[in-house]
């Protein structure tokens, strides 16, 4: 399947969260993405150095600025499990806008094209790098990493598509 791209629908999938009550959660992208714009943002793993160090605390440095040019979400999805995700979004306690969502069997990512094949350093089908920019449902941006890449999907080329 080729990888989504600027004019695409977002396709629906279920993603898996813990909401403020602790409490497991499926939702629908749908639900997060229908009539506003959006930032879906994909990483490789939780915990992983580029994810974890540049990545994720791109998007929580810039939330501020995103939001004022009329961002509603931005949502990180990763091919972990929600336990993992929950985890990991608890090592950011400086965040307040990032929603940390889990894609555990890959379902979503292979909706979108973007899935990667690591099996052989051990960690199986995980997302490409990536960060979308959509509006209602329609991809603006699409900014696809190749490899082990990350010069086109921060937070800051995201900025620079708004």
């Known amino acids: ?15 898996a969260y813990f ?7 499926e939702v629908s992208v749908h639900s997060l993405a229908a009539g506003k714009k959006v930032i879906l943002f994909g990483v ?19 939330a501020e600025e995103l939001k004022s040019k009329g961002v509603t979400e931005i949502l990180c999805i990763s091919v972990n499990d929600p336990f993992v995700m929950k985890a990991w979004a608890q090592s950011y306690p400086e965040n307040k806008h990032v929603k940390f969502l889990a894609d555990g069997s890959a379902t979503y990512t292979h909706a979108l094209g973007l899935e990667l094949d690591l099996q052989e350093k051990g960690l199986g089908t995980r ?31 995201i900025l620079k598509d708004l």
């Open 127 to 157: 997302s490409r790098r990536f960060a979308l920019l959509v509006d209602d449902l329609k991809v603006k941006a699409a900014n696809i990493e190749g490899g082990g890449e990350f010069t086109v999907s921060s937070a800051d080329d």
């Open 19 to 25: 909401d403020e009550q602790d409490q497991l959660q």
């Open 1 to 15: 399947m080729a990888p989504i791209a600027v004019g695409d629908v977002l396709p629906d999938g279920k993603l």
């Open 44 to 62: 490789p793993g939780a915990f992983t150095p580029t994810c974890s160090l540049k990545h994720v605390p791109g998007f929580i440095e810039k």
